[in-house]
């Protein structure tokens, strides 16, 4: 069986981009591997959140995994900081991890650039410590979107030097893991090419939104003056609200709006009433579970603790090989 280590930074909350972008793939691989989906808190100290805000973003992270369907039970889900191991393997790894080859890695040029007031080594051992989160459990398979890519390389980097400079097979290789079906990507209600918190905010429709909320948001969304012939292409704007009902709406709906497009005939004033409608039914199911756990500080601690615990027996024994290997003995 595969084992797969996948880990989410608590920025905020899920909007439908997360939701069929990375998650409903995560909910897929549960039922057929070894998974190990954590909360990635340490690596969020790169940009040095309060501690309320921490505290608040894990929660608000794994309530939402597990409303959307996450199952404790199939999968090891825990958060980073409570596996010091990660920690341990992050200090050996960056023994052998080259300072010229960190600063050449493309995020950590993006971060100089996003905050150069705070240039934190944490930044530039970033992949590092993602390394160890992933090969702690001697994982196979890690899902991850294209942004990530040179950070499974450099994984595969440090556990490949790993294995030449101990001369033993140890770590497997980790490769992306795209699940069979083509993701979806989901496009934002700005007009923009991908649904984004971090790139706008104001383009996302969240889990946790409620209806009021949904609705404005989708009566919002950027228009135009409509076609004035038949059978045109779409803009991009109109394109994206086509794109959100077809993943969300009946085939009847698509098709009678695609209809009226074609025909010259659309009132996006009439669709996107639809369009809001239809986010409302998919997403409510997913609110009122976010509203109940939020509220089940006695679950949630079970969760995490029973996380922890299975996290751990894979962790201490990579650990307690490595460091054998190393060379580390008692006395
Ligand atoms: P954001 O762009 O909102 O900051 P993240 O970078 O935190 O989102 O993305 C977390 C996960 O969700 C990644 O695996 C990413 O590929 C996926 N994802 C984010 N936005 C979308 C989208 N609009 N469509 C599909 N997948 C998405
Ligand atoms: N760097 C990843 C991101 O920004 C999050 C992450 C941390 C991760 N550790 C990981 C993803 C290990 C996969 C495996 O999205």
Redesign the pocket.
Known sequence: MNIVVSG??P?GNL?L??Y???LKSFIRMQEENQCFFFIADYHSLTTHPTPADLHGNVKNVLVEFLACGLDPEKATLYVQSDLPETAELYLLLNMNAYVGELERCTSFKEKIRQQPQNVNAGLLTYPTLMAADIIIHRAHKVP??K?QEQHLEMTRTFANRFNRLYNIEYFPEPVAYTFEEN??????LDGSL??????NENS?IFLADPPEVIRKKVMRAVTDAGPTEPNQPKPQAIENLFSLMKVLSDAETYDHFNALYNSCQIRYGDMKKQLAEDVVRFTEPFREKILELSSNEEYLRKVVEMGAEKARISAQKTIREVREIIGFKSF
């Open positions: 989410i930074r920025t909007h981009g997360n069929f972008g990375a991850v979107g942004d993701l979806v990507k989901i496009p934002g991908k649904m984004s918190k971090s790139e996302a």
